[in-house]
């Protein structure tokens, strides 16, 4: 599921790992919460003079990677043990519902990064936006957001990362400067007339609807209190949803 994301948000960028400014010659970068490790990989590849950090709680990484990518255990909502003024980039990505204290986190890439470097954080919103108006606000599709923010708000988990304005506020109160923000729309399912689009929307298509029930069987049943079979329904419909294209969903991101 995690490559498929990779491969989704690369045809995204346009082809590109990152959008930041950052310089050819980059001695230290680090990857948080980095999955399966594919960017963290492409990345290296792409800078085998840079060594480049990847960090997750789960160790679930290629042990056959480019001699200057190292893969490393740790959970980043913990204080970071780097050394101060390490790291020329910082790449986060896809953390939703992952982090309660995103101010927290920040300041500790601040702390961490050297002065002039960059912090690259790509997230996207659980409320998808429709905007010709044809997704009707009782679809499956809508209540997802519905259901996220419930759970966000029962949990302290941020799930509105990009309505809530939580990314770009945390940065600025970490103490980073020269912040920019792009606003930015992806196509939940391949309905696009364009080619590049439809493709975009396919791959994401393929990421949300590989394992919704993996999204939802710890939340739902635990903290909203569903039932399994209330659960799995949900699940079907959702899927169902998404393959029939009935309306033109899009999902915001932040960059």
């Not at 594919?38 to 085998?48: K, N, S």
């Not at 986190?105 to 912090?119: D, I, N, Q, V």
């Not at 429709?130 to 009782?138: K, Q, R």
């Not at 659960?231 to 959702?238: G, M, V």
Request: charge should be negative; include cysteine.
């Amino acid at each position: 599921m995690l490559d498929i994301f990779h491969h989704f948000m690369t045809l995204f960028l346009d082809g590109k790992l990152y959008t930041a400014p950052i310089k050819d010659d980059i001695q230290n970068a680090l990857d948080v919460c980095t999955g399966t490790g594919l960017w963290a990989i492409d990345f290296a590849d792409e800078h085998p003079n840079c060594n480049v950090y990847g960090t997750d709680i789960s160790p679930i990484q290629p042990s056959w990677v480019p001699p200057n990518l190292r893969f490393v255990i740790d959970d980043v909502t913990k204080p970071w043990t780097y050394q101060e003024n390490l790291f020329d980039y910082v790449h986060i990505r896809w953390l939703t519902a992952v982090v309660k204290d995103w101010p927290a986190l920040y300041k500790e890439a601040y702390r961490c990064m050297k002065p002039g470097g960059w912090l690259e954080h790509i997230d996207a919103e659980v409320n998808v936006v429709c905007l010709d108006g044809t997704m009707p606000s009782d679809s499956a599709i809508n209540q997802w957001g519905q259901i996220w923010t419930e759970i966000g708000k029962k949990t302290g988990l941020v799930v509105n990362m990009v309505d809530s304005g939580c990314m770009d506020d945390g940065i600025r109160e970490a103490g980073f400067t020269n912040i920019e923000v792009e606003d930015l729309l992806a196509p939940v399912s391949p309905w696009p007339m364009d080619e590049k689009q439809k493709e975009i929307g396919l791959f994401n298509y393929a990421f949300l609807t590989q394992d919704i029930e993996g999204f939802l069987t710890y939340f739902c049943p635990t903290v909203l209190g569903w039932t399994e079979k209330e659960t799995l329904i949900y699940a079907a419909i959702l899927r169902k949803e998404y393959k029939e294209q009935k309306f033109v969903p899009r999902s915001p991101l932040d960059v």
